[in-house]
T-cell receptor, first 111, second 116 residues
């Protein structure tokens, strides 16, 4: 069954600290993996899209990694800011073009 | 920057009533989607729409649901007879090409549907 699993479920860090969020997927065939940021009560916003040939991709303070062999991805946030508080969702397209979402990691950045 | 818009932002309805959720996708996009997110749960795919017809739909998208692109700009989701369990945030999204490719899907801000 196509699934996307994320850990941890929630995370609290202090402002300025780094953190890493994990994603494991079993979607097949695999074309790409996306990380989205979702603020409370808002729609998801794309952070990165990674294909199987890309190991690392950065977008400002966000760095995503992908290991297509182990079917794992991570999102590293550097020098966290209060505005980083949100849910971070790992998403993998299904075979019919729909997107399969993980449950997300809820990140809280405290001052 | 162009964005997907949705109306209304919040809809309250009685069980059994029909609701229509409206979306205006980004103008040069060709693929349109509806997703829902029950409070505290993950986003779930409902339906994709291309070339004026449904491309794919999930198990959730039963006969109570329908989608339409009545004109060149709007994309609507109709729930014929709402149930309590339809209470959720409904997101519309659009992309230039099929989301399985590298194209980004752009999401609207969502409509919160509350069924009483």
């Amino acid at each position: 069954k196509n699934q996307v699993e994320q850990s941890p479920q929630s995370l609290i860090i202090l402002e300025g600290k780094n953190c890493t969020l994990q994603c494991n997927y079993t979607v097949s065939p695999f074309s790409n993996l996306r990380w989205y940021k979702q603020d409370t009560g808002r729609g998801p916003v794309s952070l990165t899209i990674m294909t199987f040939s890309e190991n690392t991709k950065s977008n400002g303070r966000y760095t995503a990694t992908l290991d297509a062999d182990t079917k794992q991805s991570s999102l590293h946030i550097t020098a966290s800011q209060l505005s980083d508080s949100a849910s971070y969702i790992c998403v993998v397209p299904g075979s019919q073009g729909n997107l399969i979402f993980g449950k997300g990691t809820k990140l809280s950045v405290k001052p | 920057e162009p964005e997907v818009t949705q109306t209304p932002s919040h809809q309250v309805t009685q069980m059994g009533q029909e609701v229509i959720l409206r979306c205006v996708p980004i103008s040069n996009h060709l693929y349109f989607y509806w997703y829902r997110q029950i409070l505290g749960q993950k986003v779930e795919f409902l339906v994709s729409f291309y070339n004026n017809e449904i491309s794919e739909k999930s198990e959730i998208f039963d006969d109570q649901f329908s989608v339409e692109r009545p004109d060149g700009s709007n994309f609507t989701l109709k729930i014929r007879s709402t149930k309590l369990e339809d209470s959720a945030m409904y997101f519309c999204a659009s992309s230039r090409r099929l989301a399985g490719g590298r194209d980004t899907q752009y999401f609207g801000p969502g409509t919160r549907l509350t069924v009483l």
